[in-house]
């Protein structure tokens, strides 16, 4: 309705200056004269149009920004319910619709810029932003509550390189030895840190385009932004996850959030030895009995490890006891 309204209050202007510019040009005599003035009952009817159309701009506002609100919430549950199933191929699903929707069609991702307009306390306003505010509230929560589950399935990019992991076969791949990469994950800490550090003292925001490449989904980058994501994809071939476990400053933020993580990963005795869920983490998530809460993603393949009454020693000691205590009897 709005935008009908519009269109008609434009044509009425275009018709009204239309009638005039054709009245106000004489081809038979070549003079140009100025178009006749609108009269009281025109400019009445214009007011009249323009005063609905305000009135009405908030409701069309809200309701496109409860579409958006909407869809981001089935988004968001979606990959909640993936994660409460511990299904692999729900995880994909979501991953492939964190890419899609939040990454290509929405351009919709937690960013170093989120951290810098906290920190000046210059966000945007609520009315303008209810799916943005939405989006982060659902990552600070969720991380409190669980850990990086934004990083593990809704974070686009962090979608998009997992994604990359499926297809990519795992003969190119290049695991950093433990102790490097015990070192490595340092060092988005101090990306995070030299960005605010840069940020607080020269009020400069678009450092980010440097040290973040969320911007590939607007597909609006410089050359040196494409040459510089080009070259992290490609050293993402051969080691994966690699901007997410070692570079990446929204990650790191949440990293040091998860440290106050309330339900976190279940661990048997057996875990002291076993080093079966160690070896599955693609994150270096696991060292030794220990998950590294700031390096866990929440991916569930551990879980489903230790679920897994075939594979885990938990389970097979358990079953090995029982049998031993039937015979025993
Ligand atoms: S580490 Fe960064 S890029 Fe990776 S999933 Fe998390 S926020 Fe996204
Ligand atoms: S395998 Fe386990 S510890 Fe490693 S990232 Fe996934 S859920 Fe976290």
Known sequence: MLAFRGAFALTVCALVWG?????AVQPESGVHTDPPPLSLDDLAALDALLE??????PAEFD????????ALGLVLAFAVFSF???????????????VAYLGFYKASLVSIVDIFGALRWSLPAFRDGQAYYALVVFTLVSTILWGRLYCGRICAFGALTQL??????????IEPPVWLDRKLIYAKYVVLGAAVLYFLASGDTLVYRYIEPFWIFTLNG????????????????????????YLCSVGAGLGLLSNLTVFRIKRWNECQTCMLCEKTCEW??????????????????????????????HWLIQKYQATRAALER
Do not use: H
């Open 19 to 23: 009638t005039g510019a054709v009245a």
């Open 52 to 57: 609905e159309d305000a009135e009405e701009a």
């Open 63 to 70: 309701r496109s920004a409860l579409m958006d609100v909407g």
């Open 84 to 98: 409460v199933k511990k299904s692999e191929r729900l995880k994909v699903v979501s991953l492939m619709v964190s």
């Open 164 to 173: 990359m992991d499926q297809v990519i076969p795992s003969r190119f791949r």
């Open 222 to 245: 410089s050359v040196v932004m494409w040459t510089l994501l080009a070259v992290l994809l490609l050293a993402t071939i051969f080691v994966r996850n690699l901007y997410c476990r």
């Open 284 to 313: 270096g998530a696991i060292d030794g009995p220990k998950i590294l809460v700031s390096e866990c993603v929440r991916c569930d393949d551990c879980e489903r490890l230790y679920a897994d009454e075939d594979t885990c020693p």
